[in-house]
């Protein structure tokens, strides 16, 4: 089965930095995605990582290390709109490309 | 571009009463998705379909829990009957391919009372 690890909650002041770290346990791998959900909303995809590394987009970037089974997405120069919940997902190729998520993890960002 | 539908947005009803949903996925999109989410969960998949196929469906209770997708584009997710344990948000999502990015719908906000 797949198993992902992620804090439950994090707080932060407009302007900082945070890191939101995913380990995960899967008996496949394809990539780790991330997706940002706002109460009340949809979840939407924010980066994918299918190879070590960083990749940035925008204020956000997201890193894999495929031999830790661990990723992480940052979140920099925070603002108020970013307090969400943001979820780690493991796409798992022994099982047709099935997305599991992790709990998530809220974020609070405070002025 | 249209987003993915979903309908009703909220549904409250009495246990042992049958409740469906419906999603209309972002057109093109073969791939389509049922998740259940319980409150400060992440989604959780209840069937995949690639086109009007289920082929995976392994988390769907299937003594209360059935769906569909006759022509490969809408999908109806239908409980019958409902149990308390069933209050929970139901998201509909879609893809072009396999799975890389999913886009979701605004999803189902069940109450069962």
């Known amino acids: 089965g797949q198993s992902l690890e992620q804090p439950s909650e994090v707080t932060a002041v407009e302007g900082a930095i945070v890191q939101i770290n995913c380990t995960y346990q899967?008996?496949?791998?394809?990539?780790l995605s991330w997706y940002q959900q706002h109460d009340g909303g949809a979840p939407t995809f924010l980066s994918y990582?299918?190879?070590?590394g960083l990749e940035e987009t925008g204020r956000f970037s997201s890193f894999l290390s495929r031999s830790d089974s661990y990723g992480y997405l940052l979140l920099q120069e925070l603002q108020m709109k970013d307090s969400a919940s943001y979820f780690c997902?493991?796409?798992?190729?022994?099982?047709?490309?099935?997305?599991?998520f992790g709990g998530g993890t809220r974020v609070l960002v405070k002025p | 571009e249209a987003g993915v539908v979903q309908s009703p947005r909220y549904k409250i009803i009495e246990k042992k009463q049958p409740v469906a949903f419906w999603c209309n996925p972002i057109?093109?999109?073969?791939?389509l998705y049922w998740y259940l989410q319980n409150l400060g969960q992440g989604p959780e998949l209840l069937i995949r379909?690639?086109?009007?196929?289920?082929?995976?469906d392994s988390q769907l209770p299937k003594d209360r829990f059935s769906a569909e997708r006759l022509k490969g584009v809408d999908s109806t997710l239908k409980i019958q009957p409902a149990e308390l344990g069933d209050s929970a948000v139901y998201l509909c999502?879609?893809?072009?391919?396999?799975?890389?990015?999913?886009?979701f719908g605004p999803g189902t906000r069940l109450l069962v009372l």
């Open positions: 899967t008996s496949g791998f394809y990539g």
């Open positions: 057109s093109g999109h073969n791939t």
């Open positions: 379909y690639e086109n009007e196929e289920a082929v995976d």
């Open positions: 997902a493991v796409r798992d190729d022994t099982a047709g490309n099935k997305l599991t």
């Open positions: 990582n299918a190879l070590d």
């Open positions: 999502a879609s893809s072009p391919d396999l799975g890389e990015t999913q886009y």
